[in-house]
C-alpha cells in the first residue's frame, strides 16, 4: 500500500503557517528574519511565500542570520561606530546595569 503523500510532488513554496510547521521556528522568528532580510520570501498577490529553496537555505545557515538584530548596538551611537562593529569587542552595558559576582 503507498501512500499519497509520496506520490505528490514537492511544495516548490510554503505560505507562512506551512513555513512554520515544516520548520519548527516560530511565526514571529520568521517574520522577524524576512523582515531583517536573512530569509528571503517572494509576495504573489496578496500572499507572502517563503521559497522551499530559501527555508532550507536559512535552516542550514547558508543565508546568514543576522545576529545584529537580535542582539542590539550597545555603544555604537556613543563612539560612533556601526552596528557591526559594535558587536566586534566587549558589549557595553548601560551605567543603570551592572554585573554582580557569583559568591
Known amino acids: 500500500m503507498t501512500s499519497t ?10 505560505r507562512i503557517d506551512e513555513a512554520v510547521k515544516a ?7 520568521l517574520y522577524e ?7 528571503k520570501s517572494v509576495k504573489i498577490g496578496g500572499r ?7 527555508l532550507v537555505a536559512f535552516l542550514k545557515c547558508e543565508t546568514p542570520v543576522s545576529l545584529i538584530s537580535a542582539v542590539g548596538s ?5 563612539t ?8 566586534a569587542g566587549p558589549v557595553k552595558l548601560p551605567p543603570s546595569q551592572m ?5
Do not use: C, V, W
Open 5 to 14: 503523500a509520496q506520490n505528490e510532488p514537492q511544495k516548490l513554496a510554503y
Open 23 to 29: 520548520s519548527g521556528l516560530g511565526r514571529s522568528f
Open 33 to 39: 528574519r524576512m523582515a531583517d532580510g536573512s530569509l
Open 48 to 54: 507572502r511565500l517563503i521559497l522551499r529553496e530559501d
Open 74 to 78: 550597545f555603544g555604537a551611537e556613543e
Open 80 to 87: 560612533g561606530t556601526s552596528r557591526r562593529h559594535a558587536l
Open 99 to 103: 554585573i554582580l559576582p557569583l559568591e
